[in-house]
């Protein structure tokens, strides 16, 4: 199974970036029932969770980007996404994915987000 997450970028303070995260070598129904998240980390800080859609398709936020991000998933192409709007630069940081399930726990490589005020 590999991860293959894209979408990053450098992007000024407000504007918006879409990431995307591609499920290879994993099959539909391992996909559909595991728990995906977006995870970030900033220089020197620990990676911490963005937002996440549990298995039973409850949808967490981070306070500091509800209204402003949203997760979401599209089983046919095993991929999940993270929309984000109105980006600060409080932001800035290496974004992974990540699939858990019954089956094992994955992770992207991580995608670079810059935002300049």
């Known amino acids: 199974v590999q991860l293959q997450a894209s979408g990053g970028g450098s992007v000024q303070a407000g504007g918006s970036l879409k990431l995307s995260c591609k499920a290879s070598?994993?099959?539909?129904?391992?996909?559909?029932?595991?728990?995906l998240g977006w995870y970030r980390q900033a220089p020197g800080k620990q990676r911490e969770l963005v937002a996440e859609?549990?298995?039973?398709?409850?949808?967490n936020y981070q306070n500091s980007v509800k209204g402003r991000f949203t997760i979401s998933k599209d089983n046919s192409r095993k991929t999940v996404y993270l929309q984000m709007n109105s980006l600060e630069p409080e932001d800035t940081a290496v974004y992974y994915c990540?699939?858990?399930?019954?089956?094992?726990?994955?992770w992207g490589q991580g995608t670079q987000v810059t935002v300049s005020s």
């Open positions: 070598g994993m099959i539909w129904s391992v996909f559909t029932a595991s728990r």
């Open positions: 859609l549990t298995t039973n398709g409850n949808i």
């Open positions: 990540n699939i858990e399930g019954d089956y094992g726990d994955y």
